[in-house]
């Protein structure tokens, strides 16, 4: 009764933010300083990396397995919120076919940030040559104002990378 007099409830004024995690533990860089002119030109989107220093590779953020490529060095995840993370394990790894990789959780299953998707033998990389840089990037679908850590290590499944607003 005389319920248009009840105060209604103030709209939450503070801002939203997605943080996306580190999908490894290692050195952190900003985007523009992977030695790979594909991710530092931000051609697939923008964000940060780590240079992978363990073998386990985690979920940077809760949400679905949207892809993991068919050789197993990169996968997407799609949050509730609809944005897409990329997650690309070292460079040039496409070429190896999935050697050295193994995928722990499959396309379309549910996870949490820090939740292990892939193992990687980082002696297999090694001996390949292969740069263990880890981009983890926001796919542009709109844009989204971002905010980056000015932490320079890693840990996986705990430090801030970036934040998405």
């Not at 940077?60 to 897409?84: N, Q, W, Y």
């Not at 040039?92 to 050295?100: D, F, I, R, S």
């Not at 090694?126 to 796919?139: R, S």
Request: charged content about 30%; aromatic content about 4%.
């Amino acid at each position: 009764m005389l319920s248009f007099l009840k105060k209604k409830p103030q709209e939450d004024k503070t801002e939203h933010c997605l943080d996306v995690l580190a999908p490894c533990s290692g050195r952190i860089i900003d985007i523009t300083e992977v030695p790979d002119d594909v991710f530092a030109g931000k051609m697939m989107g923008d964000g940060m990396a780590v240079w992978q220093e363990k073998p386990q590779v985690c979920a940077p953020v809760d949400g679905i397995i949207s892809m993991v490529a068919d050789t197993k060095h990169a996968f997407g995840i799609t949050t509730p919120e609809g944005l897409d993370i990329l997650v690309h394990v070292g460079l040039e790894t496409v070429e190896l076919q999935g050697e050295g990789f193994e995928q722990i959780r499959q396309q379309g299953e549910e996870v949490k940030a820090g939740d292990v998707i892939l193992s990687v033998d980082l002696d297999v990389m090694k001996d390949k040559g292969i740069e263990m840089v880890v981009p983890v990037l926001l796919i542009p679908n709109e844009e989204k104002d971002t905010r980056k850590t000015e932490e320079t290590e890693a840990i996986s499944g705990e430090t801030v990378l970036f934040s998405i607003a």
